[in-house]
Every structure is written in C-alpha cells, then in structure tokens.
C-alpha cells in the first residue's frame, strides 16, 4: 500500500504496514497483529506523542542499560518487525547482546526473526535453548544460557505480564516498553517507559549517544 507522506495518520499507517509485513514474512505471529491494535489504541490517547514521562523512564533505562554487566535485549516478533535496525544499533552502541524469546511457540519463526536481525546488520544473535528460568511456564521460559539466563538487566519491549514478574523473581532486572500501562509487565517491571516502539527505541539510541559523550 502506497500512504501519500501528507495523510494526518502518515506514521501510523506506515506502522500498520510494517506490522502487516512482518505477518507476510513469517516473522510476527497472526496474535502480534492484535497486540499491535492494542497498543495503538492506546497510543492514540496519548496523542502518539512521547510524554515527559516516557522520556523521564528512557533516560533511566540508558543508565540502567550502561552501567549493566550482562545486559540483553529480548526480540520477538512485533519488535523484529517494527524496529530491527534501531534494535541492532542500540544492541551495538551499550553493548548488549539481541535474544529471540517468542510466546506464540514455532522454531521456523524464532529463526527468521534471527535471520531478519542479521540481514539488519546484527553480527550474533542468541535462540533459546532447553535452558529454563524459573517461576515461568510459557514458551518464554527457554532462554540461552549465555543470554538471558545469566543477564542481570533485560530489555523486554512489548511483553506479557508473566515474563516479566519471572525475570524479576530471577533476580534481573527489567525494562519494558508498553503502550498499555496497565499491563502486568508495566506495572511489574523495573523501569516501565509507556512510549509506542517505535519511537522509545530511537529515543533510548539517542541518550546513550548522549550518556557516551558521542
Ligand atoms: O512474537 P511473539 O510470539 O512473542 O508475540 C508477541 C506479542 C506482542 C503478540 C505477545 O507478546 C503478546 O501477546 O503480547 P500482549 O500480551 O498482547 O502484550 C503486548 C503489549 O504491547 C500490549 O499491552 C500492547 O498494548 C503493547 N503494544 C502493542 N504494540 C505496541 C505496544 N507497546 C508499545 N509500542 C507498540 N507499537
């Protein structure tokens, strides 16, 4: 779909289309495209505009992400689809490793995203393995034991409830990023940055550039 760059719902709409891709490409899951109506909802009550607050926790998570040992950021399928170059560069710039944790179980589509990651410029990125964490029993419980499972800080955008309260109970500590602010992980994490995707990340890069003096 052709969205002339003067249509009031420019943004959105390309948002939508990239989302919708992603479901063509076999890297987001059919249940990412209502996830993705969810978060927009809620976007378009905030005026799809990052609020003084949302900066405030993007600022925190730059810190927390910097002064981490064993940072990693946790990719799946909404977030491959919506910000794969900016995930790469962020993952670049703290250094933290990428991990593919999906909710929706399917071994093809945890490689695509890994293989969409590296096509984006990623050098390594991390699939589960039959290494668990704890307190959890959802497919999100296989994590790399080089990755998640010995993090100590975890960046989780666009997450379910469950996870997060687990990573926390693993003793990590966790970022999310989440339209909703209502949701279990916004309400459990550690840092909780209430910003659409994709614009927190853009952001996030733009702050450790800062904290890194570059
Ligand atoms: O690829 P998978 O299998 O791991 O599945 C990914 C989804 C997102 C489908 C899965 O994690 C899921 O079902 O998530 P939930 O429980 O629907 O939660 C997703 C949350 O993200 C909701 O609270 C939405 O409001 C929020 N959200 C959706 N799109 C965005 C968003 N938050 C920020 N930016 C968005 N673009």
Not at 21 to 42: N, P, Q, W
Not at 70 to 78: D, K
Not at 149 to 163: H, I, M, N, T
Not at 194 to 204: F, G, H, M
């Amino acid at each position: 779909m052709s969205v002339p760059k003067s249509h009031p719902r420019y943004a959105s709409l390309m948002t939508r289309e990239k989302i919708a891709d992603g479901v063509k490409k076999g890297i987001t899951s059919m249940h990412g495209l209502i996830a993705h109506g969810r978060g927009e909802a809620f976007d378009y009550m905030i005026g799809e505009k990052t609020t003084k607050t949302a900066e405030k926790s993007i600022d925190a998570a730059a810190k927390l992400l910097l002064a981490a040992k064993n940072p990693v950021i946790s990719v799946n399928g909404n977030v491959a689809a919506l910000v794969p170059k900016e995930l790469v560069q962020l993952a670049k710039l703290i250094p933290a490793k990428l991990e593919v944790n999906t909710f929706h179980f399917s071994k093809q589509r945890e490689r695509k995203i890994k293989n969409y990651l590296i096509k984006n410029g990623a050098k390594e990125v991390l699939l589960p393995e039959k290494t668990k964490i704890k307190y959890l029993d959802s497919n999100r419980r296989y994590v790399n034991k080089e990755g998640i499972y010995r993090a100590d800080v975890v960046f989780v955008p666009l997450e379910d409830g469950d996870r997060t309260e687990a990573l926390i109970k693993n003793r990590k500590k966790v970022i999310v990023v989440d339209l909703n602010p209502m949701s279990r992980s916004a309400q459990k994490a550690t840092i909780t940055i209430v910003d659409n995707i994709t614009r927190a990340v853009p952001l996030l890069v733009k702050k450790i550039l800062e904290e890194k003096g570059l």
